[in-house]
């Protein structure tokens, strides 16, 4: 069983930093794609970033230039960097795993921005 385990959240104030991780079970060469989601207080999960065979980086509208998104395969390790933190980034972050006919989440990660 996959497992894929998410660290580093936590309370900034507006314009802090925290850098995320999903740790994977597995190695990163398995996947054909790894991304971060979030949920927002009363809000859909939504997308935030991807990254992709061969380590090309997608973001959302608006995402990219605060949020970096990188791997490390040696540690099997997928992160997020955020920058600039703003009050409307707090809420859960998850990370998922994608294979062929197969899709992983991570438990979670609050993240709380104050202002």
């Known amino acids: 069983q996959v497992q894929l385990v998410e660290s580093g959240g936590g309370s900034v104030q507006t314009g802090g930093s925290l850098r995320l991780s999903c740790a994977a079970s597995?190695?990163?060469?398995?996947?054909?794609?790894m991304g971060w989601y979030r949920q927002r207080p009363g809000k859909q999960r939504e997308w935030v970033a991807d990254?992709?065979?061969?380590?090309?980086?997608y973001y959302a509208d608006g995402m990219e230039g605060r949020f970096d998104i990188s791997r490390d395969t040696d540690k099997n390790t997928m992160y997020l960097q955020m920058n600039n933190l703003k009050p409307e980034d707090t809420g859960v972050y998850f990370c998922?795993?994608?294979?062929?006919?197969?899709?992983?989440w991570g438990q979670g990660t609050q993240v709380t921005v104050s202002s």
């Open positions: 998922r795993a994608r294979e062929m006919m197969k899709d992983y």
């Open positions: 597995i190695s990163l060469h398995s996947f054909t794609g």
């Open positions: 990254i992709r065979g061969g380590g090309y980086v």
